[in-house]
């Protein structure tokens, strides 16, 4: 981060980002699912929740990990669904309803100061939301402290390098060539590496008993399905690209579709590899 980093005006935007962008993920919610199903799983099986424990998430967008725990934990058991952005957990309010999934509470909470008492819940999930907070070590304090000490566990997953996530990675190297300007602060490969990961647990106090990293497929019918996607779950994204004349937004399409080609099969789908480093820790 720049010496002109400004913290507060980085949660303003994160904030505004997120609230305008969660109309988009609340539309692509069964493709993230079901993309990001394994990684939600293996957060699951990590934290190996109980009947009758209380579980938090955070930064939870449209709650599918909680959402998970949610039916570990019944009978008797609880978890409060958390995200900075109300449009966000709209979204989740939403898909309980659907699925009839009783035993959560929604909460608007910043992970930094977590409104919640010392020590009152059994485990936390968190799903792509520390590299993107502006002091996550904060963070990771707060969510120690909301732990029980002695069995409280803590799973959290992060994108790894961007090199082993091409399907962001060329949008990015892409608008880079054309003069888009690197965002200052926190962002999707802020803590892309097991040992930023593994150091920045247990700086918090936390032991890490698992680390690992999970390879992931993202499936698109076509090149234009990924490129609607991606800009609707995007704000910053969709921002940086459709702001520019029509003829050059034709050229990105162009230029993407061709970073593409080796990832598009003779029908036109995509599988596109992905990474993702994972982490179980005890409070």
Known sequence: MSDTFDPEAHRAESLQNWEDAAAGWT??????????APVS???????????????LELAAGTGETGLLAAEVVAPGGSVLISDQAEAMLDGARGRAQELGIANVEFKVLNAEWIDEPLASFD?????????????PAAALAETRRVLRPGSGRLALAVWDEIAANPWFGFFTQELRERGEPAADGPGPFSW???????????DAGF???????????????????LWDVQLDVSRRLHDAVLS???AEVEDIRASLRERLAPFTAADGSLEIPGRVIVARADA
């Open 123 to 135: 485990a936390a999930l968190c799903r792509f939301g520390y590299m993107l907070m502006t002091d």
């Open 27 to 36: 539309r692509n919610a069964a493709f993230v699912r079901t993309w990001m």
């Open 192 to 202: 892309s590496s097991p040992e930023i990961v593994r150091a920045a647990l247990e």
């Open 41 to 55: 799983h293996w957060m699951i099986e990590a934290i190996a929740p109980q009947p009758g424990e209380r579980i």
């Open 207 to 225: 032991s890490v008993e698992r680390l690992e990293t999970l390879d992931l497929l993202r499936r698109h019918a076509g090149f234009d399905e």
């Open 244 to 246: 520019r004349p029509q």
